[in-house]
């Protein structure tokens, strides 16, 4: 069973840096994808897509946070990460980390919560002004 499990999360003032942790397990060495979402106060009923990466290494960003977060992954621990650097007010919310199988995903896929099946219990980021 395909286990995802968020860390890192914590508070800093604008213009901070956060660095995020998912740690996934159980899944079996084929095509998939992986990526971050966010749930922002006022919002609790939505998943937005932030930032995500299939097994080709090819990433997927949100122009809201394109050029400020990276995401990387160590296959070799099977851990992902987001680099979230010059941190927002407006980037504050709970963040959770998704994965499935995918053989293939456009940039609107792999950033729709809809098209993952496997997710974390979420980590909060708050950025104050």
Do not use: H
Not at 39 to 47: A, H, I, Y
Not at 98 to 114: C, E, F, G, H, R
């Amino acid at each position: 069973q395909v286990q995802v499990v968020e860390s890192g999360g914590g508070s800093v003032q604008a213009g901070g840096s956060l660095r995020l942790s998912c740690a996934a397990s159980g899944y079996q060495r084929q095509r998939y994808c992986i990526g971050w979402f966010r749930q922002v106060p006022g919002k609790e009923r939505e998943r937005e897509g932030v930032a995500a990466i299939d097994s080709d290494g090819l990433t997927f960003y949100a122009d809201s946070v394109k050029g400020r977060f990276t995401i990387s992954q160590d296959t070799a621990e099977d851990i992902l990460y987001l680099q979230m650097s010059n941190l927002e007010p407006e980037d504050t919310g709970v963040y959770y980390c998704a994965a499935d199988y995918a053989s293939s995903m456009t940039a609107i896929q792999a950033l729709s919560p809809y098209e993952y099946s496997y997710w974390g219990q979420g980590t909060q980021v708050t950025v104050s002004s």
